[in-house]
Each structure stands twice: as structure tokens, then as C-alpha cells.
Nanobody
Framework: QVQLVESGGGMVQAGGSLRLSCAASGSGFSRYAMGWYRQAPGKQRDMVGVIISSGTTRYADSVKGRFTISRDNAKNTVYLQMNSLKPEDTAVYYC????????????WGQGTQVTVSS
């Protein structure tokens, strides 16, 4: 299975920005679909954004226009750029991988905490 390591979480003020990174194992990274999810206490784990192997992206309505997902295949890394952060963005953020590129997530990272203060 794909091994994933998230980094870049932390505490920021509302309106600020943060960039998360997810480093993946495997020589076939460029063929993977990759996703970012988040989970706040007492809430379900929700999709934040996905990027498929072609580079096409999709976002949850709650973050569209504020967050951007991108990938650097040479570095086996996916990024989540988060701008105009709101307190409701506070959550543990997870990256996920699907080597089949069908958005059936088979691997998950350990998560990184993002806290946005008002």
C-alpha cells in the first residue's frame, strides 16, 4: 500500500493562510488520484479536495475559491494551499491515495492538525 505523510499543520489567525503537504511513496505516484479530507471533533470526515492523475481538481463547496490542491509528481507530493482561513476550517486534515485513480481511497496519512483562531 501507499505510505503517506502529512505535514504543515499548525495554528493561524482567521484570514490567514497555510499550506499542507503530503508525501507519498511509490514510483507510480503520477498515476494516483490524491485527496484531502478533514474531520472536526464530533463531525464526519469530509472531502476537501481531490486531484486525479490528469491534474483535474474538485473541491467541496465550503472551500471552493479559498483552497487549492496541486501536485508535484517529481517530488511525489500533493499540496493543499489554504487561504482566507475561517475558524470552521479547524480540523485534522488527512491525505488519501488511490493508485487505481478511481477515488476509492486505499491509503490514508496520519493527519495533521489545523487550528484557526478568531
Amino acid at each position: 500500500q501507499v505510505q503517506l505523510v502529512e505535514s504543515g499543520g499548525g495554528m493561524v489567525q482567521a484570514g490567514g493562510s497555510l499550506r499542507l503537504s503530503c508525501a507519498a511513496s511509490g514510483s507510480g505516484f503520477s498515476r494516483y488520484a490524491m485527496g484531502w479530507y478533514r474531520q472536526a471533533p464530533g463531525k464526519q470526515r469530509d472531502m476537501v479536495g481531490v486531484i486525479i492523475s490528469s491534474g483535474t481538481t474538485r473541491y467541496a463547496d465550503s472551500v471552493k475559491g479559498r483552497f487549492t490542491i496541486s501536485r508535484d509528481n517529481a517530488k511525489n507530493t500533493v499540496y493543499l494551499q489554504m487561504n482566507s482561513l475561517k475558524p470552521e476550517d479547524t480540523a485534522v486534515y488527512y491525505c488519501a491515495a488511490d493508485p487505481t485513480n478511481h477515488l476509492s481511497w486505499s491509503s490514508w496519512g496520519q493527519g495533521t492538525q489545523v487550528t484557526v483562531s478568531s
